[in-house]
């Protein structure tokens, strides 16, 4: 008989531990959803964005709550981007309007900026971020106040800022198809 119960204490112990061992693992699990859960409320009040899918759509192209601040400028870099890289002239403009937004220097925001001056963003990004800036334009001034005429402005005033000789054709071909685009999928044609 004392073999049998030492099985049983052997096999209790084991299913003890079990038990113990999924207990931890759903209390992570509900700790873990309540941090995305709260991760994307802030993410909606930052952005002005509402929809589920349009914030796991934020989400999934890396902003948070920190960096939401620089999806109004991602047209901004990809008209920058539209020649062979971005000229001295752009970058300071660039990072001139992001100080205007709120982006300080050496904070979370800037420094994806920065990487993103240095790096090219894929074209899957910047055609999804100007869906969604599109879409936080739409529901609420959440992109701080921009407005769509602004923010084409600032499109402009980029693409004029290294072309140009003698003050003629400051906007090359490539940054005028490159600003239609973005104008087109802002305004919904």
Known sequence: ??????????????????????DRELVENLRRAA????????LESSSGIHDPAMLQELEALGFTPDTVSLLPIVPIVQVAWA???VSESERELIIQFARERGIK??????RQLMLWLEERPSEEVFARATRLIR????????????????LLKHCEEIAAASGGILGFHKISAG????LG??????KGR
């Open 35 to 42: 941090h995305v859960d709260e991760s994307r409320r802030a």
């Open 181 to 186: 685009q973005i104008q087109s999928a802002l």
């Open 1 to 22: 008989m004392s073999e049998n119960d030492g099985i049983t204490h052997d096999v209790r112990s084991r299913e003890e531990e079990y038990f113990r061992q999924k």
């Open 175 to 178: 940054e005028r198809a490159i």
């Open 135 to 150: 879409a936080m334009l739409d529901e609420s001034h959440g992109a701080g106040a921009l407005s769509l005429d602004d």
């Open 83 to 85: 020649e062979a890289g």
């Open 105 to 110: 220097a050496g904070d979370v925001a800037d």
